[in-house]
């Protein structure tokens, strides 16, 4: 079956900090692959995406590539701020039919202190 | 206006009860799910719906019934509740055949 691991949390970085949140994942077929992002006592927003091998998702400084040879999907922010403090998930997509089936990494806590 | 709602935000119950979650999409969206995120923050899948149709039906206890009246609403029943059950439940939606899926904002459920 599908699975997804992540780099386990929490993490503390400093403001402007470099972040890397690593993930890899076991999939049949051609996933495609998520980052979201769980701002305290919110529900999940995407924060980026990719759908095919060597794409580059980006969105707010945040940027993802879809490395097949190594199944990673890896988060990176070059500078970090003080409101990027939230958990941050990695999930690939499966088609199951009509249904597009999420299977999310554990989670990764970040904070980051001014 | 929201994309997606749900209904209770908090919800506080003893065991045993009976209790239901209400979701709400206002995108067009034709498919719904439901998912449950423990404590340690982990997300589980526990059913999605197309066109108010039961497309995936996780290991979840018989008495987590979903109810999809029509394509924007999915809610949430459950019976005999226990207290395994106390979790931050999560609604989205997605347009059939497209990736991303929306979330709502959670329904912490507290059994006592």
């Known amino acids: 079956g599908n699975s997804v691991t992540q780099m386990e949390g929490p993490v503390t970085l400093s403001e402007e900090a470099f972040l890397t949140i690593n993930c890899t994942y076991t999939?049949?077929?051609?996933?495609?692959l998520f980052w979201y992002v769980q701002y305290p006592g919110e529900g999940l927003q995407l924060l980026l995406k990719a759908t095919k091998a060597d794409d580059k998702g980006s969105n707010k400084g945040f940027e993802a590539t879809y490395r097949k040879e190594t199944t990673s999907f890896h988060l990176e922010k070059g500078s970090v701020q003080v409101s990027d403090s939230a958990v941050y998930f990695c999930?690939?997509?499966?088609?199951?039919?009509?249904?597009?089936?999420?299977?999310f990494g554990s989670g990764t806590q970040l904070t980051v202190l001014p | 206006d929201t994309a997606v709602s749900q209904t209770p935000k908090y919800l506080v119950t003893q065991m045993g009860n009976d209790k239901s979650i209400k979701c709400e999409q206002n995108?067009?969206?034709?498919?719904m799910y439901w998912y449950k995120q423990d404590s340690k923050k982990f997300l589980k899948i526990m059913f999605s719906?197309?066109?108010?149709?039961?497309?995936i039906n996780e290991t979840v206890p018989n008495r987590f019934s979903p109810k999809s009246p029509d394509k924007a609403h999915l809610n949430l029943h459950i019976n005999s509740l226990e207290l395994g059950d106390s979790a931050v439940y999560f609604c989205a939606s997605s347009r059939g055949g497209v990736d991303e899926q929306f979330f709502g904002p959670g329904t912490r459920l507290t059994v006592l």
């Open positions: 999930a690939l997509s499966d088609a199951s039919g009509s249904a597009r089936q999420l299977t």
């Open positions: 719906y197309n066109n108010k149709e039961l497309i």
């Open positions: 995108l067009g969206h034709d498919t």
């Open positions: 999939a049949t077929g051609y996933p495609s």
